[in-house]
């Protein structure tokens, strides 16, 4: 027995059931709620509209290749594998362009070699930080973006470093 599809409908009637034990106009906070979200999403467009784009722009650019092959020797250090740096540049923007990039690591090095399963570690412990402060703190009307932004972006630093640092230590 699937009882899963059962626990949309019965949190609704649960919700109901309150509403009206209550006397509250559940249908009027509804409607409510749903002009409050669609005021939030008008304020959040013009962000999204401009993260897509920008991220866009940056990814046909070519900035991504010529990053790679300036930082190769300073990934090395880390233990970092230079293919992987492009990944490193697009989890922070894209979720999807990070995903479609790990996915041709994996495809072109196998799912068992080093880098894959460094893509696969680097894809899952870190986020779309740019994308996630962009969004949020614009839904909340935060403007000063600053110290999230570079906190965001050091963790995503340390996160790739410790991936790369766990990966060597299990599989090498």
């Known amino acids: 027995m699937n009882i899963g599809i059962y626990i949309v409908p019965v949190f609704l009637l649960l919700a109901f059931g309150m509403a009206f034990w209550n006397k509250t106009a559940a ?7 749903a002009k409050d979200g669609i005021q939030a999403v008008k304020s959040i467009v013009p962000n ?10 940056f990814l046909a650019s070519g900035v991504v290749e010529t990053l790679s092959e300036l930082a190769a020797p300073v990934l090395g250090f880390f ?13 922070p923007l894209s979720g999807s362009a990070s995903l479609s990039f790990a996915s041709e690591l994996i495809q072109v090095h196998g799912p068992d070699s080093l880098i894959g399963r460094l893509a696969s570690v680097m894809q899952a412990s870190s986020d779309t930080t740019i994308y996630i402060i962009t969004i949020y703190l614009a839904a909340v009307g935060i403007r000063n973006m600053r110290h999230a932004l570079k906190l ?9 470093i410790l991936a790369a640092f766990f990966v060597s230590l299990f599989f090498s």
């Open 48 to 57: 999204l509209v401009g993260m897509i784009v920008g991220t866009k722009v």
């Open 152 to 160: 965001g972006i050091i963790v995503d630093i340390i996160s790739f």
């Open 79 to 91: 233990g970092i594998e230079a293919a992987t740096l492009p990944l490193i540049i697009l989890r």
């Open 27 to 33: 249908f009027d906070d509804f409607v409510d709620g």
